[in-house]
């Protein structure tokens, strides 16, 4: 949910253009579960990149600093891993990836 309001709001700060948020969940590799969050909006400078992560570190106005950091924190404590690139026409794309549990889809 995070990852979907960060979208949103980096395509509402987008005056210039098109609105666009992307969300695509799929299976790159057997076993593990692919989700990207893609906005058209201002993107990220890279300056800011390697510290996207990090506790307290935000590029919002009103920003804490901490959702970015709760999400990886939650993708990591389940075996995942989160990363983030900056899209080649304008925006970025959050993803992550999840292992997923061999016989999860016959439990239902």
Do not use: Q, Y
């Not at 987008?14 to 201002?42: F, P, Q, Y």
């Not at 106005?61 to 990886?72: D, E, N, T, Y």
């Amino acid at each position: 949910m995070n990852l979907v309001l960060n979208a949103f709001d980096a395509v509402c700060e987008n005056d210039d253009g098109l609105r666009e948020v992307e969300i695509r969940a799929s299976r790159r590799e057997a076993g593990r579960l692919h989700l990207a969050v893609r906005d058209s909006g201002k993107g990220i400078d890279p300056e800011a990149m390697p510290r996207l992560f990090d506790a307290f570190f935000t590029t919002k106005l009103k920003g804490m600093g901490m959702g970015l950091a709760i999400v990886r924190s939650i993708v990591e404590s389940h075996g995942g891993k989160m990363w983030v690139k900056r899209n080649p026409d304008r925006g970025a794309t959050l993803e992550f990836d999840l292992p997923v549990e061999a016989n999860a889809e016959s439990r239902n």
